[in-house]
């Protein structure tokens, strides 16, 4: 349809019919549902009309092609003007094959694979009847107490942008692609506008506030990526931003988003997120919700009935202009033009294709592939990788457990997902080394810990898979404490005593407290929750088939007494390792170190790397000039492996305070052994800008510093001065 054809419809719609495309509810309301949909929040008695219902503009969550097509042909029949719905879900990291956990797939370091996955899960979910996806989740996070850094790439601000375009180009096809076209993409959303990753001690849908500054130069760069590639959506935050709800933050949504940005694509609320303005404290009644909603700029109202049962009210009284209702309507009409849905109202929904593509040996083969990819080795004291000769009991609750989906794996079906100890002994098979003795996950009985300790005395090597379950992490999957469940670290300890060595794989969706784990374990393999081959990856890694070559992207704390602890911090004006420090009066716990236990850009390999003297090609780099970083990497080990250089650089005289590292490149080398490679970096002005006090974007002429290394602690560092 042309533009044009849209504004000529738009005229056609009365205002009820038009408030109602503003509505979105799930599939259980709709004529030709089949499931319920996801249910992700309370379904608060919406007491919506059958007749609002047929005018509805979106649906959330479906349940397959035939009922999304039954859906879609029984609301074309009830609505006046055969306006067809858009269906949106929540295809997070999958749809039902499962990839790792966003925070996994960071850790690959890959955005090429992680592009690739998000076009499966738009393959899969759009001839499954999807046409939205609520993702990527861009929210910056430093809280490992919060249950959703699962959903995250993590704490760096530039490679969650670099995630966010991945993600929107796999969904969308990339800027020059057409929905409307290529029926196997989805529309992407990006969320939770803005810095839902910042809620006060990591408890979901608590207060954030902070500094524009500080939203400007860390939370605020991923969202704004995913725009630049074309992201068509915009889902709201549950939380405050200065002291406004997000959904109904005028300043924010109008004036950042809309007009600064230019953003004219779909916003939506989250789930119930309008009427949540009254248990905020800032409306009295569902009517100023959606008065607050509407003038901030939120277009669809996902799950709470604020603008179907007050808009069309607050209109006719004169309090709300028409026009604002008729550009958000114009806007949800776009999108279904440029999803095709005018002329295809089934889009890429097809039972055949379905079966045929859905859960695809070659989707679950790239599932795998990402998978080895986000595993990082944390510790290893010469036991990994596993000898396949060798007696290995396979111990814990993670043992035989097909929770390795994560909590946001959409129509993932657990019971599909390989397991680890079916991983492993499709590896250890024709040597019948392998014993697997599962447990529980917080209540380990008597009985599970004799047979573990019955099967470790019989083996050379214990393998314990521990971890949280899922329910454990994700949304409303807060929790204060953050090292594994005590009758976990207490069955550790007792295996320690028989004087083996352990290896413990963690599947988990947050940075733990490690501590004890780090002190009993010989071995550490973080394994997340790595999806539905995720039990054939890890295996492969254990037994060596695959060399891990995965980093972390979210610090992992000493103690959750310094969350948030992240790398990209500043020194403050007392730092603890200055050379003149005082022993006392210095930024400083007195009872742990400062540091993280495994920071930022951490990760072990099989093999080892070594770092020669790096090189800048001068001292002094020009407004308009190139500095070359170089450094040659050498595999000093056995085996063959992929290292990640790491580029940082430090700011060290700014107008405003600048982190101690940020990233700015890196280079992924694979390297045979005794191979070197040359590595090098282009260091140039546009990198060294920042957000100034007046919010000004640019550069200090000055002094800088840049590091090259294998994680943001362990670099070299090298001088140089920006001239003006
Ligand atoms: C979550 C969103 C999600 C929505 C729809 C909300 O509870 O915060 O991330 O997209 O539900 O399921």
Redesign the pocket.
Known sequence: MREQQLQSLLQEMTLEEKVAQLLQLAPAFFEGAGSEG?I??PLQGMGVSKEEVHAAGSV??IGGAEEAIAIQEAHMRNHRLSIPLATMA?VIHGYRTIFPVPLAMGCSWSPELVEQSAAIAAKEASVSGIHVT?SP?ADLTRDPRWGRVMESTGEDPWLNSLYARAFVRGYQGGQDGDLSQDKHRLAACI??FAAYGAAEGGRDYNTVDMSEWMRREFYMPAYLAALEEGCEMV?TA?NTVDGIPATGNRRLMREMLREEWGFDGVLIS??GAVKEMIPHGVATDERECAYKAIQAGVDIE?MSPCYIRHLQELVESGEVAESLVDEAVLRILKLKNRLGLFEQPHRGADPEAERRIVFSDEHRQAAQQLAAKSCVLLKNEDVLPLDKAHRVALIGPFAESHDVLGPWSCMGVREDAVTLSEGMAAIAASHGMLESVPCSLEHITEAEKERAIEAARRAEVIVLALGEGSEMSG?AGCRADIALPSAQLELLRKLKELGKPIVVVLFNGRPLDLRVVDEEADAILEAWYPGSNGGAAVAGLLYGLDNPSGKLVMSFPYAVGQVPVYYNCFNTGRPQNAPDAQERYVSQYLDIPNEPLFPFGYGLSYTTFQYAQATLSDERLSMDGKLELAVSVTNTGVLAGEEIVQLYIRDVVGEAVRPLRELKGYRKVKLQPGETCHVSFDITEDMLRYHHPDLQFGSDPGQFMAFVGPNSRDVQALAFILTP
């Open positions: 996801q992700t929040g959330l969550g929540d609520f989740m969320k939770h889902m549950f989250d789930w996902m949304e």
